[in-house]
T-cell receptor, first 113, second 116 residues
Framework: AQSVTQLDSQVPVFEEAPVELRCNYS??????LFWYVQYPNQGLQLLLK??????LVKGINGFEAEFNKSQTSFHLRKPSVHISDTAEYFC???????????FGAGTRLAVHP | DTGVSQNPRHKITKRGQNVTFRCDPI?????LYWYRQTLGQGPEFLTY????????KSRLLSDRFSAERPKGSFSTLEIQRTEQGDSAMYLC??????????????FGAGTRLSVL
């Protein structure tokens, strides 16, 4: 069965510092991978996706992620964070061609001035 | 696209009452999904429709839960005889059918249910 593990429940960071949010998945078949962001009392907004092709994918708001098949990871990075990046971030996986999403438990990113 | 719309945004009810939520997907999206998100957790899949057909239901969807999508447009999720454990955010998403970017899911803002 598919599963997603987000290794850090909370990540505190100072403004303008780099950040990495870690995500590992398990699946026996090819997968699509996603990162979503959720601001308080709002739904989920798609940050970026890996479907195929280049393993380095770029998303909105300066975020990027790298798909590593051998390590079954899809870590999210940003070189310089802003206060406005404070939110909950969810990694999700779906098996290729069938798009029920399996989510991790989330990582709360707290950016401090 | 006007986005996925969910109503109401908040619902407070007493234990034992029935509640119904509505989701209007992005127009021309023929797939519609329901997820449940409890505090501090990621969303969990409940069920999905392709057009009007309900193609999969999670084991989380007990017999007190029922979802419909008449005519393949909006969908409703009803919870009968609510329990305090039903308190959660209920999220709706929609997508097209197809490969690649066509089946990316777009989420609504959710309905937050509080059962007293």
């Amino acid at each position: 069965a598919q599963s997603v593990t987000q290794l850090d429940s909370q990540v505190p960071v100072f403004e303008e510092a780099p950040v990495e949010l870690r995500c590992n998945y398990s699946s026996s078949v090819s997968v699509y991978l996603f990162w979503y962001v959720q601001y308080p009392n709002q739904g989920l907004q798609l940050l970026l996706k890996y479907l195929s092709g280049s393993t380095l994918v770029k998303g909105i708001n300066g975020f990027e992620a790298e798909f590593n098949k051998s390590q079954t990871s899809f870590h999210l990075r940003k070189p310089s964070v802003h206060i406005s990046d404070t939110a909950e971030y969810f990694c999700a996986v779906s098996e290729g061609g069938y798009n029920k999403l399996i989510f991790g438990a989330g990582t709360r990113l707290a950016v401090h001035p | 696209d006007t986005g996925v719309s969910q109503n109401p945004r908040h619902k407070i009810t007493k234990r034992g009452q029935n509640v119904t939520f509505r989701c209007d997907p992005i127009s021309e999206h023929n797939r519609l999904y329901w997820y449940r998100q409890t505090l501090g957790q990621g969303p969990e899949f409940l069920t999905y429709f392709q057009n009007e057909a309900q193609l999969e239901k999670s084991r989380l969807l007990s017999d007190r839960f029922s979802a419909e999508r008449p005519k393949g447009s909006f969908s409703t999720l009803e919870i009968q005889r609510t329990e305090q454990g039903d308190s959660a955010m209920y999220l709706c998403a929609s997508s097209r059918t197809g490969s690649g970017t066509k089946n990316i899911q777009y989420f609504g803002a959710g309905t937050r249910l509080s059962v007293l």
